[in-house]
């Protein structure tokens, strides 16, 4: 009898970062999932957005504040 091999499982990434790419001329934003500050600009870049000036990067943090009880 063959033994059975267990089915590997990709690694979750829960590493991933949200970033908003906020458009400061028509006020609307851009959300991005990425590892780090890099691969998320990556992908910005990729989407071909003109005038780079009116563009501003927010991220989310791993630890968010949170309300006291």
């Known amino acids: 009898m063959k033994a059975k091999r267990k ?13 908003v790419f906020h458009n ?13 500050a890099d691969a998320a ?3 910005f870049d990729q ?7 009116h563009w501003k990067i927010f991220v989310e943090l791993k630890c968010q ?3 006291g009880n």
């Open 41 to 43: 600009m990556e992908k």
């Open 7 to 19: 089915k590997q499982e990709e690694p979750i990434e829960d590493d991933n970062r949200v970033y």
């Open 47 to 53: 989407c071909c957005m003109a005038h780079r000036e």
């Open 24 to 36: 400061t001329l028509f006020n609307f934003n851009l959300f991005v999932n990425a590892r780090d």
């Open 65 to 67: 504040p949170a309300e």
